[in-house]
């Protein structure tokens, strides 16, 4: 099966900017799920939807930061407008299910000058 | 709330040396653990995980860990580094039974030297 897909992989924007990832999850995965790792620290987690539903939100950082999953399949993430400290590299995950795990794609590295 | 701590931030052994990486967690309900592996340039790659059965799990590549509830731990193993293994490691918690949130450590980067 194809895994989880993020692009762009990098992304250099300016202050100030929008910018909007994009996660696929695995087909068939109804919880979809964004960390993000600044600089030197833990990987944290921002949101989680089953399906198109924001299941949790709580690790949002503030309102510059919109997710949103269309028909339950692909979601976006777009920050607007960046700041300095969004620079860092954002996760997606996609999971059916606690017990069998949840994969990650390969990031997107967004750095913020 | 759950959290996981991972002692260690720089792990440097020899080819050919056991690996053990550390991680204890802190949960208030019955926890599933993981272990993620992310190589230069690239995404998580999921180790192994505990879910409840076995409290010794064998994952890709050699690794392994022990659920150890006594002691709130779920270390990393393996017998003999290979160059191969140099790569940044999480440990992850998540409550069992539902498909809610990971928390991660803040990784321990494996060196392996000849």
């Known amino acids: 099966e194809a895994g989880v897909t993020q692009f762009p992989s990098h992304s250099v924007i300016e202050k100030g900017q929008t910018v909007t990832l994009r996660c696929d999850p695995i087909s068939g995965h109804d919880n979809l799920y964004w960390y993000r790792r600044v600089m030197g620290k833990e990987i944290k987690f921002l949101l989680h939807?089953?399906?198109?539903?924001?299941?949790?939100e709580s690790g949002m950082p503030n309102n510059r930061f919109l997710a949103e999953r269309t028909g339950g399949t692909y979601s976006t993430l777009k920050v607007q407008p960046a700041e300095l400290e969004d620079s860092g590299v954002y996760f997606c995950?996609?999971?059916?299910?606690?017990?069998?795990?949840?994969?990650f794609g390969s990031g997107t590295r967004l750095t913020v000058v | 709330a759950q959290s996981v701590t991972q002692l260690g931030s720089h792990v440097s052994v020899s080819e050919g040396a056991l690996v053990l990486l550390r991680c204890n967690y802190s949960?208030?309900?019955?926890?599933?653990l993981f272990w993620y592996v992310q190589y230069p340039n690239q995404g998580l790659q999921l180790l192994l995980k505990?879910?409840?059965?076995?409290?010794l799990v064998k994952g890709i590549n050699g690794f392994e860990a022990e659920f150890k509830k006594s002691e709130t731990s779920f270390h990393l193993t393996k017998p003999s580094a290979h160059m191969s293994d140099a790569a940044e490691y999480f440990c992850a918690v998540t409550r069992s039974g539902t498909a809610s949130k990971l928390t991660f450590g803040t990784g321990t980067r494996l060196q392996v030297t000849l």
């Open positions: 505990y879910t409840s059965a076995a409290t």
């Open positions: 949960s208030s309900v019955p926890p599933y």
């Open positions: 939807f089953v399906k198109e539903s924001k299941q949790d």
């Open positions: 995950a996609s999971s059916h299910g606690t017990a069998y795990g949840y994969t």
